[in-house]
């Protein structure tokens, strides 16, 4: 990682973007206003509680990754969010939530892979803003299974 650009010890501003599967649909513009927030504020550790994973990174300082105990058995989120009082956190919402769809655009599983083709199949270069009328006018792409099956 580069060296920081403040010289403080007491503040170590080099971070990173941390990104959990593939982002096809990764909006540029909502991750520069999350990383600007992350810059500006001095946050140890950014992320959005109501984008759907893989529309924009985590971002998190050397400083938050310094800190993080060898010894623990979970992600860093999980870790963090046990913790939270001890970090400088910068959490993100943008409208619209769309939580209640349960999306994901990191390309993680089976399901993410449909969600992205049929989303890139109608256009390739997408905005977070563009995709809740889309997901209105065609409401099979995120449906490609059972909710759940009953044995």
């Known amino acids: 990682m580069p060296k920081s650009r403040t010289g403080d010890p007491d503040w170590d501003d080099a971070s990173f973007l941390y990104f959990t599967g593939l982002f096809p649909c990764l909006d540029e513009s909502l991750s520069l206003e999350l990383y600007q927030r992350h810059d500006r504020y001095l946050s140890q550790y950014s992320y959005s ?13 050397r400083e938050f990754t310094n800190a993080i105990p060898e010894s623990i058995q979970t992600s860093a989120q999980d870790y963090l ?5 001890h970090y400088d956190v910068e959490i993100f919402y943008h409208s619209p939530d769309l939580r209640q769809y349960r999306l994901d655009f990191s390309l993680k599983n089976k399901r993410s892979l449909n969600l992205v ?7 390739e270069e997408w905005s977070y803003s563009e995709i809740h009328p889309w997901i209105e006018k065609n409401p099979e792409v995120f449906r490609t299974g059972p909710s759940y099956l009953e044995l």
């Open 81 to 85: 969010l046990k913790n939270i009082n």
């Open 117 to 123: 083709r049929g989303f890139l199949k109608s256009k």
């Open 49 to 61: 509680e109501n984008l759907p994973p893989g529309i924009v990174p985590t971002i998190l300082s």
